[in-house]
């Protein structure tokens, strides 16, 4: 039932992204008709007609129209429904991955996870529209990075509300997806954690910036590592980084290798942060634990 209500949401957040996308071009600017753009209501790209709500359903409508509006026959573009259903099978692993923390499972009250549950989504939604975003126009649009800092600030917030005075825990602060790497690498202090982290992120993503010039790594990249490390904090924010270059640079050669790019093609990094910060979240303690085990005597 949470499984399929997760769904649900997620297509909604997808459906609202689409709009996002689509709707602006970062390219123009956002002036008062961009909003207005924003707010009304959806039609048809082709006929212009306005659509009714049962041609509004997420990935159902598209199922049911078979791909094709059902006025002027127009082919509906696939990537409406690709998004919606990308976003409803994020949100479904989100709360499937938190449902299988033993720290969720020992709490009498359910509000913390249903919490934690909900910022989660807010955050993964914002890398969504992002990833979305610097795909389509190879740009990410300052008030998504915005949302993006703001989202992460509130998700340690609350962490600390709930760790240091809900819970009172003495050695865990905040959720760690990295698992044993907590234990070797991480901090008691909150801020000393997340100071590091920050600090590790926008060297790295900073270094990369002015060795590419700008066009192996964008300045939007940058601002989007600083507002991962504050949702992720130490040393999570270090596998996301070794995980985003890792799926980046294999892509990458992939895509030379078969020519589909060149050396001096720009190829967007936001996406590759993304499914980086989706590994991290489902696999990030085995992924860490399998590499200790090949290197177990790394950190002694």
Not at 235 to 244: E, K, Q
Request: hydrophobic share 55%; net charge positive; glycine share 8%.
């Amino acid at each position: 039932m949470f499984y399929f209500f997760s769904f649900l949401v997620g297509a909604a957040a997808g459906s609202f992204i689409n709009v996002l996308v689509y709707r602006l071009n970062p390219e123009k600017g956002y002036d008062s008709s961009a909003i207005k753009e924003i707010s009304g209501r959806s039609y048809c790209d082709s006929c212009k007609k306005t659509l009714r709500w049962f041609e509004l359903l997420p990935i159902f409508s598209f199922l049911i129209q078979r791909g094709r509006c059902w006025r002027c026959k127009a082919n509906i573009a696939f990537e409406y429904s690709l998004v919606e259903l990308i976003s409803g099978v994020v949100f479904t692993l989100i709360f499937w991955r938190l449902e299988q923390f033993l720290f969720f499972k020992t709490l009498a009250n359910d509000w913390v996870f249903f919490a934690t549950v909900g910022l989660w989504w807010l955050i993964f939604a914002c890398i969504l529209a992002i990833c979305v975003f610097d795909f389509k126009y190879y740009l990410i649009p300052d008030f998504l990075l915005y949302f993006l800092a703001g989202s992460g600030a509130i998700l340690q917030v609350f962490y600390f509300f709930v760790f240091d005075f809900f819970l009172k825990t003495e050695k865990l602060n905040q959720l760690y997806f990295s698992g044993e790497l907590y234990y070797l690498l991480g901090s008691e202090n909150r801020f000393f954690g997340l100071g590091i982290g920050i600090l590790v992120a926008l060297s790295v993503f900073g270094l990369a910036y002015f060795l590419s010039f700008g066009r192996g790594m964008g300045l939007g990249d940058v601002f989007l590592a600083f507002g991962l490390s504050l949702a992720l904090s130490w040393p999570d924010i270090l596998v996301l980084i070794f995980l985003s270059f890792l799926i980046g640079s294999s892509l990458s050669l992939f895509l030379i290798f078969f020519r589909r790019k060149g050396m001096k093609d720009i190829v967007p990094f936001a996406p590759f942060l993304g499914f980086g910060l989706l590994t991290l979240f489902l696999f990030g303690d085995k992924i860490v634990q399998g590499y200790l085990n090949l290197f177990p005597g790394l950190f002694l």
